[in-house]
């Protein structure tokens, strides 16, 4: 038996000590939790993304009472932006999340199935997705979609 670890690079920042252009994609996320449909689990999550051209689409989480009909934040933001400027890579994310009491205080990071969605995007245009994670504490941030999801289904073995 062999055993392998992998890291994952996590830098941790204090909102203001961020280069400003992260800031105001960060601070886009904090304000998208505003328009966030979440009735049912009432936690309200925003996202903002970033493109390699400068255009930024944003998302929050979109509920139903038919559950698995609902969407996450980053895929809202993420597909809105591949319909609208589909030859354009994304280049980074930044999420936010609240509950009733408040922004969390440790950064929520996106869901299995985001991850997945927001791979094939890095890999399609062969740039990685920078990820910002906004909590109380600070924020996340990760280099790469990839770094994320290691052990990937990245689908090249399909032939
Ligand atoms: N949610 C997101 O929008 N993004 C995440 O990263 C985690 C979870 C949403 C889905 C659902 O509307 C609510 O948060 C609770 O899971």
């Known amino acids: 038996m062999k055993e392998f670890h992998i890291d ?3 830098q941790f920042f204090a909102l203001d000590e961020l280069p400003q252009s992260d800031q105001d994609l960060v601070r886009k996320a904090i304000d998208m939790t505003g328009t966030s449909y979440s009735p049912y689990s009432h936690f309200s999550v925003g996202a903002a993304l970033e493109l390699a051209d400068g255009q930024v ?3 929050s989480n979109q ?29 980074a994310i930044a999420i936010a999340a609240r509950n009733a009491e408040g922004f969390v205080a440790k950064p929520v990071s996106p869901c299995g199935s985001c991850r997945q969605a927001l ?15 906004y909590g109380t504490d600070g924020v996340y941030v990760l ?7 290691p052990l990937t289904f990245d ?5």
């Open 143 to 149: 280099p790469s979609m990839r770094s994320l999801l």
């Open 63 to 91: 509920e139903n009472a038919v559950f698995p009909v609902g969407l996450c934040a980053e895929r809202t933001a993420f597909f809105a932006a591949s319909a609208n400027a589909p030859d354009v890579a994304p280049a």
């Open 119 to 133: 791979l094939e995007a890095e890999m399609r245009f062969g740039r990685p997705i920078r990820v910002l994670l």
């Open 57 to 59: 689409f944003l998302g």
């Open 8 to 10: 994952i690079p996590v």
């Open 155 to 159: 689908g090249t073995e399909l032939v």
